[in-house]
Nanobody, 123 residues
């Protein structure tokens, strides 16, 4: 069973950048599909970005496409979310998620979750 730990959150001004990391232990991330979700105060958790386990192809919600990039380093057993041109509406707790049997797309519920890292974007 894989354990996920996020890091890299913090306070940043609008227009700035952050890179979130998701470090895995207990298993090899190479066999998992990975994704980042976020949950803003008073809102439901939403899919942000995903990366397929086999092809490495990526997908994003429209509101972050062109600003965020998900990537994986299998040698380091780590997944990243590079966030550029941040906006106040990106403020949320960001969660890393993993799934073994199928790729993660909006509407699916992954099997494994980290505890989250808070990103706050000031205007």
């Amino acid at each position: 069973q894989v354990q996920l730990v996020e890091s890299g959150g913090g306070l940043v001004q609008a227009g700035g950048s952050l890179r979130l990391s998701c470090a895995a232990s207990g298993d090899n991330l190479r066999v998992y599909a990975m994704a980042w979700f976020r949950q803003a105060p008073g809102k439901e958790r939403e899919f942000v970005a995903g990366i397929r386990r086999s092809s490495g192809s990526t997908s994003y919600i429209d509101s972050v496409a062109g600003r965020f990039t998900i990537s994986r380093d299998n040698a380091k057993n780590t997944v990243y979310l590079q966030m550029n041109s941040l906006k106040p509406e990106d403020t949320a707790t960001y969660y890393c998620a993993a799934n073994l049997l199928f790729d993660i797309v909006p509407g699916t519920t992954p099997d494994y979750w980290g505890k989250g890292t808070l990103v706050t974007v000031s205007s």
